[in-house]
């Protein structure tokens, strides 16, 4: 069942809020024949959008792969998760095309087309017969579009990753990616923005200048809220006042957004039947009382995460992020004078975290040239607040 506030997993139906300007530059993008690169942080939307983007191609005629590179370590998984991709199409032409191809290489897709095993005798396939494998998986657009002339999209998902299992992976991919005109247009999805933008800016790098940006940013807050009351209207639920502060507070984050509503209307959920899942004291909470002990909730559900960020960051970066979250500019003199930190440590820490994208992101607003800085995760930024408290 889907939940009516769904967190855990990309958003497969018709539910994303708003996000209509992505869908639409990637729209044109297709039509255009133009290679777009996505970046966001972490748990920012940027598979539903794509999900969203490929039911809508898909419905006028185009053929949808979305290959998910996440975690890959070799180029034979690297072909796996390419051959898994064209299977889930359900076309007869396609799965013989990668059976064929699989008996002449020496693997076979798993019956529920979820994986790929290569045969006892090629446990560890050649390096040649993997790279060949990796040729032709990545021409199948081409081979089709000579059978049939529907253009097919590939959205290469966890893009990062794949440039982690093998560094000339890029090129290899660009090697065949660019002859093909017409029969592909190509998504690479990546939630490591610095290392996005570094593999397509830098002239060094084989994909440089290959397509076109799309940096997702937070969701708009009144969007947000309509949405979100139009859903608990529908579900024949009341969140009284403790919504828009909610809203507020998960300042636009897709997946911290759909956390606390969800949260919320589980508590709402059980009080129907005499429950609650919250501490008894605030069994009946409404408002603002009600948002602050949603909002506990969500942090003790994601309290080890926040942790684990933590603890694997340097002491300058921590120095500026208590900082911020504390509300102090963090390289200024208050921020240097309380970490023990020179100014240009906490600097170049500030440097180093706006570059990776994860955590913090600037802020520019007609009024302040140079902006302000805030936490990507406002989960996080409030557990930084309260670190080493209860
Ligand atoms: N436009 C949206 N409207 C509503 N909820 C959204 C939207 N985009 C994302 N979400 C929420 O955020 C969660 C994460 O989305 P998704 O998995 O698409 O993000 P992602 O950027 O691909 O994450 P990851 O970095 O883990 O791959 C979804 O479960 C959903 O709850
Ligand atoms: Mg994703």
């Given at each position: ?6 967190f855990?997993?990309?958003i497969?139906?018709?539910s994303?809020?708003?996000r ?48 998910d ?41 798993t ?11 090629q ?5 040649d ?5 990796a ?6 657009p081409?081979r089709?579009?000579e ?31 660019q ?16 290392l ?24 708009p807050?009144?969007?947000?809220l ?25 300042a ?6 759909m ?7 589980r508590?709402?959920?059980?009080r129907?039947s005499?429950?609650?899942?919250l ?11 009600l ?12 309290r080890e995460?926040h ?6 960051l340097?002491s300058?970066?921590?120095a ?5 979250a504390?509300?102090i ?7 240097t ?19 990776e ?6 802020i520019?607003?007609?009024t ?19 670190r080493?408290?209860?």
């Amino acid at each position: 069942m889907q939940r009516p506030f769904p967190f855990e997993t990309p958003i497969t139906g018709d539910s994303l809020i708003d996000r209509r300007a992505e869908l639409h530059q990637l729209h044109l993008a297709a039509v255009d024949g133009a290679h777009v690169r996505v970046a966001g942080p972490r748990r920012y939307g940027k598979t539903s959008l794509l999900l969203a983007h490929e039911r809508s191609l898909s419905d006028t005629g185009w053929r949808t792969v979305h290959v998910d590179f996440y975690g890959v370590t070799s180029l034979a998984e690297v072909c796996a998760r390419i051959a898994t991709a064209y299977t889930r199409l359900k076309e007869h032409r396609v799965r013989s095309y990668v059976d064929a191809l699989g008996s002449r290489l020496g693997f076979s897709l798993t019956t529920a087309g979820v994986g790929v095993t290569f045969g006892p005798q090629q446990a560890q396939p050649s390096q040649d017969a993997t790279l060949t494998a990796a040729a032709e998986l990545l021409d199948l657009p081409l081979r089709l579009f000579e059978r049939d002339r529907r253009h097919t999209l590939v959205v290469f998902d966890e893009f990062q990753d794949l440039v982690s299992a093998g560094s000339t992976l890029d090129g290899l991919l660009r090697s065949h990616v660019q002859y093909h005109g017409d029969a592909a247009t190509y998504i690479y999805a990546g939630s490591q923005p610095s290392l996005m933008r570094k593999l397509f800016t830098d002239r060094e790098r084989p994909l440089y200048g290959q397509a076109e940006p799309l940096e997702l940013g937070p969701l708009p807050l009144d969007e947000v809220l309509v949405d979100l009351s139009e859903r608990f209207v529908a579900l024949d639920a009341d969140p009284g006042d403790a919504l828009n502060p909610l809203v507020t507070i998960a300042a636009g984050h897709p997946q911290r957004t759909m956390l606390l509503a969800h949260l919320l209307h589980r508590e709402l959920t059980m009080r129907q039947s005499g429950w609650t899942t919250l501490p008894e004291q605030q069994a009946d909470a409404d408002g603002l009382v009600l948002a602050d002990a949603i909002v506990d909730l969500a942090l003790n559900q994601t309290r080890e995460a926040h942790q684990g960020i933590w603890d694997s960051l340097s002491s300058g970066k921590k120095a500026v992020l208590a900082a911020l979250a504390d509300g102090i500019r963090p390289t200024g003199t208050r921020a240097t004078e309380r970490a023990g930190i020179t100014r240009a440590a906490l600097q170049s820490a500030l440097r180093e975290l706006a570059r990776e994208g994860q955590h913090v992101s600037r802020i520019t607003t007609g009024t302040t040239a140079s902006g302000y800085w805030r936490f990507t995760d406002p989960l996080f930024a409030l557990w930084v607040t309260r670190r080493g408290r209860a």
